[in-house]
């Protein structure tokens, strides 16, 4: 009896020991599940709320990192004036007000010109060309420097595709009709424009119709058939410019506070820099598929005139582009400098593929092919 009382005891004290020890891993298991935290971010954006393409994009690629994310990273939206003015995103990030801003890297050429290579330059990449560019060939680690100086880090978003030349009151003949006009552009399109003639101005989206409307704008160019249809530029301008010179490849960039992005765990950063890609396409898709629709409806309803600039203005353009790129080369910020001899290095080196293949098909499918 004593004996049978002992070996009780003993099972007693491994079935107790054995629980204990199941609890320990149990809460072993579960400590880090509960030691997630869960983030909240505010993206500001450049643009006006469920605008086409750019700002449906900005809302898209903010609902992708939250769903990759399962929610351990809440990404919230204010558009263009919701939390900053538009034109302060990038200083909301850099304050810290903000996590994120989409918007366009040229807007903010006044901190940099450096900043023009990662959206568009006239004459410049296509947006294959620049992704090839910024993917594989050095651009992201420039990129990265450029921006290390304000404390972020940015992202292809977005990609228009090349965009339209802009929207005039009256039709363009000749490089004369443009001189002394108000014309709305950003970038290093604007410092062509403004060498060709134009008194050029930037402005958030949502201003321009008004200053066209008031007359404080003669001309604007934003993006495409897409979103301009929608800007209704239409009611006030009816000759239309296609394709633009100045934006041959836009593209939308993520810009993230830099090191608030360092303390997120490496799964996380790893889903930002993957949405963005995804989104980088998605966004060049719904241009694609929508530009046609929207450019359609501009002539067949709205009466729209589809006009191609002169060649003495295209030519002007192109001597202005080449002018401002090789001042850029020989810029007095070492950082400008090495920014452009890379653009323009492998610019030099991937058109070929772009002239020998893309355009030589092109040019062959418009001559032999026609479906009824």
């Known amino acids: 009896m004593k004996n049978e009382t002992c070996n009780l005891g ?24 509960i030691a997630q935290r869960r983030i909240t971010w505010r993206m500001v954006t450049t643009w006006p709320r469920n605008f086409p393409g750019l700002g449906v994009g900005a809302q898209r690629l903010a609902d992708r990192i939250t769903a990759m994310s399962g929610g351990r990273l809440t990404v919230r939206v204010f558009s263009a004036g919701e939390l900053v003015p538009a034109m302060q995103s990038f200083d909301a990030v850099i304050e810290g007000s903000a996590e994120m801003s989409h918007g366009a890297a040229y807007y903010w050429q006044n901190k940099s010109q450096a900043t023009n290579f990662f959206t568009g330059v006239p004459y410049g990449m296509t947006s294959r060309e620049l992704s090839a560019w910024i993917r594989f060939m050095g651009g992201q680690e420039i990129w990265d420097r450029v921006y290390d100086q304000f404390g972020v880090k940015g ?30 552009t950003p970038g ?81 950063q790893k889903i930002v820099e993957i949405a963005c890609q995804a989104e980088y396409d998605q966004v060049a898709s719904d241009f694609y598929a929508n530009d046609p629709v929207a450019l359609q409806t501009l002539v067949e309803r709205h009466g729209v005139n589809i006009r191609t600039f002169p060649e003495d203005l295209l030519e002007a353009g192109a001597r202005a582009s080449m002018d ?16 452009a001899e890379s653009f323009v290095r492998n610019f030099n080196l991937l058109r070929t593929r772009t002239e020998l293949v893309d355009q030589a098909f092109g040019r062959a499918r418009e001559r032999y092919i026609q479906y009824s």
């Open 10 to 33: 003993r099972r007693k004290l491994i079935q107790s020991a054995g629980a204990l020890t199941a609890g320990a891993a149990a809460a072993t298991v579960a400590a880090p599940a």
């Open 155 to 184: 992202f292809l978003s977005g990609d228009t595709g090349t965009q339209a030349g802009g929207w005039f009151r009256t039709e363009i003949k000749s490089l004369a009709d443009i001189q002394g006009i108000n014309f709305r």
């Open 188 to 268: 290093l399109g604007g410092q062509v424009w403004q060498r060709m003639g134009a008194n050029v101005v930037n402005m958030a989206a949502g201003e321009i119709y008004q200053a066209l409307q008031s007359g404080a704008l003669d001309a604007a160019e934003f993006v495409g058939p897409y979103n301009d249809l929608a800007l209704g530029f239409h009611q006030i301008c009816k000759e239309y410019y296609l394709p633009s010179f100045i934006e041959p490849g836009l593209a939308t960039e993520l810009v993230v506070n830099k090191s608030k992005f360092a303390e997120l765990p490496a799964d996380l």
């Open 324 to 339: 401002i790129v090789n001042e850029l080369r020989e810029h007095r910020d070492p950082l400008t400098r090495e920014t």
